[in-house]
Structures are given as C-alpha cells and as structure tokens.
C-alpha cells in the first residue's frame, strides 16, 4: 500500500501535513504527538521582521469552530531560523515554511532568506495576507497580485512554492490558475472564512480586531467546494485543508481533488489527530483495496 | 526523534460536581497518574463534551489530592461551555489535557505568605496555601479575599486548614470588611511575598501596591485559549521588554504563565 | 417596550421574519407554529414559470449545519398566486414574497405580477440566483447586475423591494452599495455559502448538483461578518440571517447592524424557533433595560 | 388565527435499545400520547442529540403498543447519526417530531395481502401486519422477506404473530430461498394486494411485477429529508403527472409520501 506522495518533487512519507499556524514551528505539540510521522510539517507564517500580532482577545468560540485573529505574530526570519531551524533538523519529515508579508518585497525577501538557509523543504506564501498597498484586500483576491507575487518569489528561489489561497472571493477558481500561471507548484486551499462573533452583553465583537478567520469543521464543506472547483481549473496538486478532524473528512477532501491534507484547528481538540487521520486514510485504502493514495485524488469528479 | 512523547489526553471520572454559590460549581474527579504532576499555579483544559463547542475550557486546580487520586476544580457557570460542565454527574467521564502552565514558585526563605483571591480567582489560591504549609510548617499564611457580595464567597474554611487566618471583603459589605480586598491588608504588612489570582483590575493594584513596597508579587493571569500547549499564540499578555522597540512582547498565558511576577506584566 | 420596528414604512409586530426557503409558504408547519407571531413571513422563491429543482439528493448534513440544493422548485408565480395568497390572508403578520429568476426579465415579471395581486407587503428579491446570461455567476456576485436589475424591478413595482445577496463574493460591501443604488429598501444577508460534501463510499458528491448552499449554525460567524460590513457600507436596514438558533445569536445580528433577522434552518430543528427568538429578545431586552429594539441595531459599532 | 397548534416536538423515554443483528437496532420508547396518533406506513423523525448533527433522522415505525405507550422502531446503524440512537440507554430521554407522512391503506374488501419487506425496510410491515389482523380478522397475510444473507434477518418471528406464513430469501442463499424476494412469490399469486418497503430497485421490480398482473401496490420510499414536514423539499420523488409537460412532477415523500401507490411513481 503506497501511502508516499511527491510535490514537485518533494516526497512526503503520507499525504497529511499541519495546517499553517496551529502547531507554530512543532515544539509545542512534541511532548504529544511524533511530527516525524506527518508526510509534512507546516509551520506558522514568518515575516520579515518581527510581528507583534492582533490585541487580545484574539479567538471567539462558534458553533463547531472559531474565529481568530493572531495578527501573524511571529519573530521574524532571523530569529526563525535560529530558533526553528534546528529543531526542524531532528525531525524526519518535509519541512514547509509558511511566509507572510505586508508586501511583494517583503514576500521575496523572506523567501531568499529562506533559499540560503538549509533544512527546509518547501514553502508556502500566506496569500490571505492583506496589503495597505492593494486597498486592504488580499493578495489572492485578485488574481494580477497572486500572480505577481508568485513570480517575484519564484525568481529568487529554487524551492518549490505553495500558493496558500483566501475562499474570501468571488471565484477561487480564477484565483487559482492565476497562482499556477505565477509558478506555484501547489495549491493550499483554503484559508480561513472571514467571520466575526459579538458579546451581547458587552455589546462589541468579541475580537480585538472584529473581524478574524473561522476555522474548524463548521468551514470543511466551504474548503471541500474550492478544492473542488480549483481541482478542475487547474493541474498543480492541492493540499486540502479547512476543518479536517478524522481521516473521513480527509478522504473527502481527496476525493474532491486534494493530492495531501492538512491539519489544523484539530490539534486543539486531539493534539494526535493529524497522526489519526494518517491511520484513518490508511484503513480506508486497506479496507476498498486501494493500493495507491494518489488513486483517491479527484475520485468524485 | 529526539523527542519523546510524555503528554496525552486523559479522561477523569467524576466524583462531585455540586453548585457550591449562586453559579459557581465544585467538581472532584478523579485521574490517579495526572494529579502526580500538578502543581499550585499550574489548571487543565477541560473539554466541554459538546461537539458544537469544540475548545477546552482553562480552568485552575484549586486542590489536588494525590492520595485520593482526585483533582478539584472550583468553576463559573460563564457561558454555554461552563453549563455543559456544570450538567456532569458522579460516574461520568471528563476529557482533560493538563496540567499546563506555570506554577507558583515558593521560597523557603519566605515565612510571612499573603495570598489574594479575587472572586473566582481563588480557588488555585487553596492548592497554593496547601503547598506553602507543606513546605514551610511554620509560615505564616494570610489569605486576603474579595467577592461582590456574601452570596459568592467561597473556599473560606478551607482555606483555614492551612492559612493562619482568613480575612474576606465583599464590594456591598455583607460579609468582612466593605470594599476592595487591599483594603483589608494590615496598615504595615510584613509580606515577604504577594500570590494573587482574580480580575485583572485587582491584579493591577496589586502590583502597583507589592511594587510600592518592593514585595514581591505573583500573579496568575487569565486569557481567552484555543490550543493551551503554547502552540496557537492566542492567549498572549504583554510582558515588559528590554530588547523590544516598544518595551514589551506577547508572551503566551498557558506557556510562560499562567503565573507571572507581576513586575514584568506591562499593566496598561 | 417596543419591538416592533418598520421597514420603508412596513410594520413589523417584532423584528423577527422566516429566512426564504425554510418554511415554504408557512402552511406546513402551521400545525406547529402559528406565523402571526412573527414580523414578517417570508416566503420560499417564486419564478416566473414552474421550476422542478434539482435531482436528489438534494441535502447533506454537515458539522453544524447542512448544504443544500432545492434548485428553488417551485409551482411558478400563476399557482403561487392561486395557492398561497388566500392562505397569506389568513395571518396577521407581513409578507415578504421571495422571487427567483435566471433572468432580469423574469424578476422584473414576477414583481409585476405581485403588484397587480393583494396581500403582499414586501418583495424580496434572490439575488444569490445563477444566470447563462451571467457566464454562471449570481446576479448579486457583480455591482452593475445587482444594481441593474434591482432599478428595473422598482420600475414595475411599488412595493418596497429587498435585495438578497450572497455572501459568495470578494467585497461584500460593494454589492451591498450597489443594491442600495438601484433602489433596495433593504437587504437580507446571507444566503446560503457555496460548499459540498463527498460520500466516500460512493466516491461522489452527496448531493445531486455536487455544489449547494450551506446553511445552519455553522455559518453563522460568516453571516455576521457580512452584516457588520454591509452596515459601515450602506444607510438601508439590514435583515440579518445565517444560523439563527436563538435569541442570542439573533441579538448578535443586531448588534452586527441589521434591524431584523430571519430565522432558517433552525425551523427542522425546533418549528417553533423563530418565536423562541423573539421570546429570547424580549427577555434580553428586560433584563438589561431597553426600551426599544432598535437601540440594539449596530450597538457593536 | 384560523389555524390551531395541533403537533409539536415530543421527548420518549428509551425503555430499551438493543442489537438485534449486524449493525440493526431494536428500540423501544414511551410516548403514551403520541402513540395514540400513529398510523402503519408513518415514521417518526428521530434528532440525534448530537449537536454537530441538526437534522432528524427518518425512522419507520415498526410497531406501537396502544396499551403500554410505547413506539417500536428498528433503525440500522448507517452513519454517525443512526450511531447516536444506538448509544441511547434506557432512561435516555429521545427528542422526536411525529408521526408524520401518509399510511398505509388498507381496504376491508381485500381478502389475501402480500407484505414484502427488504433489509432494513422490513419494520413498517410488522405494524402493518397488526393493522391488518386486526381490521380483517379473515385476512390471508403473506409475507415476503429479503436479506442478503441470514444475519440479516429480522422480524420473522415478530410478523408470525399476525401473518400466515413468512418466507424469506437471502441472496447468498444461507436462509429459505436463495435470490431476491419475488422469486419467493407463488406462481399463480391470488394477491389482492401488495405493500413494500425496502431498496428502491426491489420496489420498482415490485411495481413491475404488480402493474403486470394488475395488483394494486402501495410502496413506502426514502429520500434524503432534512424538515420531515414538507417544507423545505428535500426528499422529494418523481411522481407521474397528466397536467405536467414531462409528464412527472416532484412529490414530497414526507408528506405526499412515504407509501405511494407504485403505479403513480415514475421510476427510472
């Protein structure tokens, strides 16, 4: 039974890796769970310099999910790659670095920051990330930004990148071929779902920021329709992700188009669930006979 | 790997769960190999059993009782999470990842201890004055409490197993002393250490007060969580900085605190 | 205590009407929920001809919620006229006839219709429809389509005309100003977000037109949102709708800026919520001393 | 108002909920009230308790019992809802909305009734079969099980109680006749009538084997449902139409159905 994917040529031991920012660089969660047994390790957004992040409160509980607003605090490249990188080494698996920016620039720089340092893998730009510069939208809100972007990165590096898309738009699909056009090697689908909840009784939302990101199950039949749409728009890989807590709604998303999952809010619900959902998907293939995972990407188109 | 896995999930069984004031509840269960690692300072993320409300609930060990192999923790009924734990009857299971966070450092070379419970602050204060007394025989513990009113105080008489005295204010006066809980500390104290829990308002005038006389000051500190192990960076508080630009950072509560000395919080 | 509020100078008893869809035209669960109770009845969409709606399934179940296309099956306005306005007649509440079209002449034909029948107080339009003519998209996925046929509809109708828009779209605040431009009196947020499920048994979509509409709980931080956006953008009340479960989550939309709310999904799982609501608003409204139920309109701005 | 609150949410109380066989569930709940309102044919929409999972599950009504109050239902366990209903204890209290949908009828003329059951679609005729016995003492109550195998069989001896004979089939041939249950059919059948539940494509040959020898035959269908009271349009069937220009309209199987007369139903 071959559980073993390649990106871009990048093998991954199973097609389960970590949603960016639920697990930050590993450390945490390691007292609980092996990341060495994921097929990939994504970690939380970098930035040029050190970010502070949102004011608190920073999460809202919702029904089957939340909604956060982090603000991508993270210390910056240099320190990220002093502190993280060799902790990445002791880990036997793909290493992903997510990369967030305010600008094109800032997106480039980390990536050739990120080019000259060793351990890492691959890397994943955070397009969900809002510019001043595009009027406070989103970099993947437009497919012209995606593309550039994604073209800018790709001159300075030879890693293979990742197009993390927003579903914040009114069709992922154009999205989508956009960031393949820029030279992504994969698709990470999706983002969280711009929300928002409000405490009645102190009559104001309840994040700092008002607005913040929903994520958990109550999003997974969102993500599953844009890797759905995406997977006939484009021919690079996708990695799904959106509210994946069993290997159920892992196998979904492959069959909706997603060559490799991700898991995210899961983690602060069962610190193992990414390594359960590898269990899962393997029982489900020894179960219908399946000898190849890739033979479950795209099955329900 | 070099790391080795030392963490997991446990299942409690409860014993009690009893509305103990107005909607604050007493719950003992039970979780032999779990309560060998809890410290004083340190809760559980305890998850509600609702599948529509999925994040675990921080709440502080107010007494763990390795013989018995029980935790107790003493909780507010504060939203839709809390009531479902509330429901919890004798028998029935509890899913706890914990214990996590920080614990209250005491040092044997302290002897006069004054711990500050401010309303549903208090119950960790009780594990607290247990671990003093255990470790310093012959220290003199003073618990200082504040509720709104008399209808909320608790833990009183079980603070006097091991505090040398108990003193209590309530905001309207129906019990102890009318006013804020600093109001009830002794005109010269001779703290030689400050522990408190509760509000931040509370927590900030403390802070100010111990940092006024130059005592020192613990203080456990409250955040909305998500993941409790550190890894989400929900639960941040501005802790002071000498190499930040601004002169603070974000730290984590469930990592670097929940206890923090109060000195280095960046009070606003 | 005042609960009722108006609308472009219709009465509402309370602030509470039915989210389109969900109760038909009310008759079938009138033998558990007496409507009259309510603000305002609104109704499933009518088009101009007979539609029969998708194949089934037409419904899955999700985490929180369910995704869902009816494809709008409906017996078309002639024996919607026929059949349902003498029921209409019957209840002491207003009514709000939803109307659906894959073309602007058809909205435009329906609202005359409605205007030449008696009975009906409001027309809103469901501005979340595809349309060929739109390359697939929904009208009110597009400023000029959501202006454009919203001015044509007031030029046949004086019954004052909502727009309900679809949260499928990049900038929620652009379409709501749109609508404002071509003459809405108000407008309903949200409706249904685009999603899926697979059946991994199957290796197909559940449902028969593999996308739907995802309702319930789930989407409510979306809803909100999308409410709270549309109100710093428009001077039009807002009915506010999306996983209304009770009176909580109602207060919330409030709050968000809408000065009513539409009860939905929430109906298969008690018939009687949307009265459970208005209960709820009301013992708020007490306990924390407000005279008037617009007070809570945008209170978290 | 002209119209009256008649029906509304009701809660049973779980007096048993058994495994009967495979994945197959025997539950037994009081309502002593709604009992009194229930029809052969109906079916109860069952919530799961479980609030990630909102909607009822449609359940048919296997067998009431006037005198004790209770409903009897036998569901299988087909997705994590139906695994909810199989956690239940007696004790456990069951949020249910019914009896909905159309009955079985049964007309007194009728003399030899054939009842054919498939699989999980065999409950409804157990009642079915009461009804009947007790309508028609006369009555010649034929029924005609299909199973895929014999650990699949249920209710055989529950509907001796009330029919003539039961022959089942079991498509792997471990019990009574080997194949699908036509093939246990008579060869010159004197049915005056038939009534069905069980797979869709045994309820269209069915249908076909009725139309063919002139039989009426009345069929109880599913459909994905998410209301249970015709509002929402869900779980609707095509349904022959005179007046329609494809010459089939959409029913709803909560309300118009589940039991259709198989001549009406447009099967594909």
Request: charged share 20%; aromatic share 8%.
């Amino acid at each position: 039974m071959k559980l073993n994917i390649n990106i871009a040529g990048i093998e991954w031991k199973n097609p389960v890796t970590t949603a960016s920012g639920t697990v930050n660089s590993g450390k945490e969660y390691s007292p609980y769970v092996d990341f060495s047994k994921l097929g990939a390790l994504t970690t939380k957004s970098v930035s040029a310099k050190p970010w502070k992040g949102s004011q608190t409160p920073r999460i809202a509980e919702t029904y089957g999910g939340m909604v956060h607003s982090i603000g991508l605090q993270n210390p910056g490249i240099d320190e990220f790659i002093q502190r993280d990188i060799p902790y990445f080494k002791k880990l036997d698996t793909a290493i992903i670095v997510n990369i967030c920016a305010r600008e094109e620039n800032d997106f480039v720089e980390v990536a050739r920051r990120l080019e000259e340092a060793s351990g890492i893998h691959m890397l994943e730009l955070n397009l969900a990330c809002k510019s001043d510069d595009l009027g406070g939208f989103r970099f993947a809100q437009n497919t012209k930004w995606t593309e550039s972007v994604l073209a800018k990165v790709k001159k300075v590096t030879n890693l293979p990148v990742i197009a993390k898309l927003t579903p914040n738009v009114t069709d992922i699909a154009e999205i989508a071929k956009a960031a393949e056009a820029g030279g992504a090697c994969a698709l990470s689908l999706i983002n969280s779902v711009s929300a928002m909840r409000i405490n009645i009784e102190t009559r104001k939302p309840i994040l700092a920021s008002a607005m913040g990101g929903l994520s958990g199950p109550a999003i997974k039949p969102i993500a599953l329709r844009c890797v759905y749409q995406a997977y006939k728009a484009v021919n690079i890989p996708i990695i799904g992700m959106g509210g994946i807590m069993t290997g159920e709604d892992a196998i979904e998303f492959l069959m909706a188009g997603a060559t490799a999952v991700g898991v995210g809010m899961a983690h602060f619900i069962n610190p193992r669930a990414a390594l359960e959902v590898i269990e899962d998907i393997e029982a489900y293939m020894e179960k219908h006979g399946i000898d190849d995972v890739v033979e479950l990407t795209g099955a329900a188109h | 790997m070099d790391e080795r896995i030392t963490k997991e999930i446990f299942y409690g069984e409860v014993l009690e769960n009893k509305l103990l004031v107005g909607e604050v509840y007493d719950m003992t269960f039970k979780a032999p190999k779990e309560v060998q690692k809890a410290r004083a300072g340190q809760f559980l993320a305890i998850y509600t059993g609702n599948p529509s409300m999925l994040l675990p609930r921080p709440i502080s060990i107010c007494e763990v009782d390795i013989v018995q192999g029980t935790f107790r923790v003493i909780y507010r009924v504060a939203g839709h999470g809390t009531a479902e734990l509330a429901k919890l009857k004798p028998g029935d299971s509890l899913r706890v990842l914990g214990p996590v966070g920080t614990a209250f450092k005491v040092d044997s070379k302290h002897t006069n201890f004054a711990l500050v419970g401010g309303g549903i602050g208090t119950p960790p204060m009780l594990q607290l004055a247990k671990k003093i007394r255990n470790q310093i025989p012959h220290a003199y513990i003073s618990v200082y409490l504040g509720f709104r009113s008399k209808f909320q105080v608790i833990l009183e008489n079980d603070l006097m197993r091991y505090a040398n005295e108990v003193v209590v204010a309530t905001d309207d006066g129906t019990m102890g002393i009318k006013g804020n809980v600093i109001d009830t500390f002794p005109p010269d104290p001779n703290f030689d250490v400050i522990y408190s829990c509760g509000p931040s308002i509370m927590l900030k005038f403390l802070s100010q007060y111990a940092q006024e006389r130059d005592i020192p000051c613990y203080v456990s500190v409250e955040e909305y969580m998500a993941c409790s192990v550190g890894a989400c960076l929900a639960c941040v508080v501005k802790v002071k900085s000498k190499t930040d630009d601004d002169g603070w950072d974000y730290k984590r509560v469930c990592m670097t605190g929940p206890v923090f000395n109060s000195k280095e919080l960046e009070w606003k």
